[in-house]
């Protein structure tokens, strides 16, 4: 199992943002940038594109009212998007307020684990504005 599936399964607290049959949406506990959330398929694939075509179809649809919700939330010029998939063998999406493209720079050094009143903060404020 991987951890995102144990998050899914409820084995791992997240901080969720939103969920269907198909996808489960959580702030990632080492954010890029403030409002950094994730987007994880239910199913265990480890690539984007090995998934079924329902679920590459769905993503973005799926997505689109969190990147809404994390614009309305903190000061950027649009929810950038990312799939890396190199961290976790299971295929998932960031998406993360940005204001330039270095703004998506995961090699940036700093990136640190959010304290969970912060992590609880961020969630209300997206959920607000979902």
Known sequence: MTLFSKIIAGEIPCYKIA???????FLDVFPLREGHVLVVPKIEVDKLFDLPENYLSSMLVFAAPI????????????CGISVIGLEVPHAH??????????????????????????????????????
Request: charged share 25%.
């Open 93 to 130: 999406m960031h998406l993360i307020p940005i204001n330039t493209s270095n703004d998506l720079n995961f090699a940036q050094p700093g990136k640190q684990k959010a304290s969970d009143e912060h992590l609880r903060s961020v969630q209300e404020q997206i959920l607000a504005n979902l």
């Open 67 to 78: 990147a809404k919700a994390i614009e309305n939330t903190f000061p950027c010029k649009r």
């Open 19 to 25: 969920e269907n049959d198909l996808f489960l949406a």
